[in-house]
T-cell receptor
Framework: KNQVEQSPQSLIILEGKNCTLQ??????????LRWYKQDTGRGPVSLTIMTFSENTKSNGRYTATLDADTKQSSLHITASQLSDSASYIC???????????FGTGTRLKVLA | DAGVIQSPRHEVTEMGQEVTLRCKPISGHNSLFWYRQTMMRGLELLIY????????DSGMPEDRFSAKMPNASFSTLKIQPSEPRDSAVYFCASSLLAGGYNEQFFGPGTRLTVL
């Protein structure tokens, strides 16, 4: 069964600190993996997309990694800011299908 | 482009009433998705349209739910009759094509509360 699991479910950190969010998937055949950021009261917005051949991709202070062998991805946030408080959702797309498999997300709270 | 537009943003209704949610996808996008988001289950796909045609409605929970896309710029999700367990945030998303590397663009969502 195609599944995406994220950890932790929630996380609280102090402003300026770094954090790493995890995503494990069992989607096959794998096409790509996206990380979305969802601010409170808004729809998800794509941060990064990674394909099978990509190990690392950065978007400002956000760096995503992908290990296709172990089927794991991480999202690292550097020097966190209050505006990083949001839910982060890992989404995996399988080849040859229109379906996107969503994780349940990690809720991040950055405190001043 | 204004992005995906959804209305209303908030809806409070009583059990048994009909609820209609509306969506305007991004112009030129051929794929449209309706999702439901709850704390327990995250985002769940309800129905997927391609070129205005429903392709997969297996996620529609019951016959009380129905969706239409009469043209490329408008879609509705209707719940009749509504029940308290339908309370959730409903998102509409569109993409140029479906699957693969095509990014889904989400609307702001409609927060539905059924009393």
């Amino acid at each position: 069964k195609n599944q995406v699991e994220q950890s932790p479910q929630s996380l609280i950190i102090l402003e300026g600190k770094n954090c790493t969010l995890q995503c494990n998937y069992t989607v096959s055949p794998f096409s790509n993996l996206r990380w979305y950021k969802q601010d409170t009261g808004r729809g998800p917005v794509s941060l990064t997309i990674m394909t099978f051949s990509e190990n690392t991709k950065s978007n400002g202070r956000y760096t995503a990694t992908l290990d296709a062998d172990t089927k794991q991805s991480s999202l690292h946030i550097t020097a966190s800011q209050l505006s990083d408080s949001a839910s982060y959702i890992c989404v995996v797309s399988a080849s040859g299908t229109y379906k996107y498999i969503f994780g349940t997300g990690t809720r991040l709270k950055v405190l001043a | 482009d204004a992005g995906v537009i959804q209305s209303p943003r908030h809806e409070v209704t009583e059990m048994g009433q009909e609820v209609t949610l509306r969506c305007k996808p991004i112009s030129g996008h051929n794929s449209l998705f309706w999702y439901r988001q709850t704390m327990m289950r995250g985002l769940e796909l309800l129905i997927y349209f391609n070129n205005n045609v429903p392709i997969d409605d297996s996620g529609m929970p019951e016959d009380r739910f129905s969706a239409k896309m009469p043209n490329a710029s408008f879609s509705t999700l209707k719940i009749q009759p509504s029940e308290p367990r339908d309370s959730a945030v409903y998102f509409c998303a569109s993409s140029l094509l479906a699957g693969g590397y095509n990014e889904q663009f989400f609307g702001p969502g409609t927060r539905l509360t059924v009393l």
